[in-house]
């Protein structure tokens, strides 16, 4: 029914790197947009990047631009976060979305209000 389960987190010491994972256990996410977002404390979730149902587009917000990566693997229902040169003043909750509506195979969003299904967020810890 569009759950998802993200997983990979832990603790990495500053400079280090992860890779989250989120998968739909039971169902198929092939055609849905796909995202990632983080929860700064009091606030918001913050949009991190994003990748099309095809996998040959992405977008990705400044704050994280050339050091993490989003990748998919449809066969495997199962999309990625590589994070690299994490930092200690990095939000610590992560999540993945995934966007149901109808959209061109390249279409991606920003937007929080565009995504339908949501995982429980796994934490991240980066130490200093």
């Known amino acids: 029914q569009g759950q998802l389960v993200e997983s990979g987190g832990g603790l990495v010491q500053a400079g280090g790197s992860l890779r989250l994972s989120c998968a739909t256990p039971g169902g198929t996410f092939s055609n849905y947009v796909l995202g990632w977002f983080r929860q700064p404390p009091g606030n918001g979730r913050e949009f991190i990047t994003a990748?099309?149902?095809?996998?040959?587009?992405?977008a990705v917000a400044d704050s994280v631009k050339g050091r993490f990566t989003i990748s998919r693997d449809n066969a495997k229902n199962t999309l990625y976060l590589h994070m690299n040169s994490l930092k200690s003043e990095d939000p610590d909750i992560y999540y993945c979305?995934?966007?149901?509506?109808?959209?061109?195979?390249?279409?991606?969003?920003?937007?929080?209000?565009?995504?339908?299904?949501w995982g429980q967020g796994t934490l991240v810890t980066v130490s200093s």
């Open positions: 990748i099309s149902a095809s996998g040959t587009n992405t």
């Open positions: 979305a995934a966007d149901r509506a109808t959209h061109s195979a390249e279409y991606v969003t920003s937007r929080h209000r565009d995504y339908d299904y």
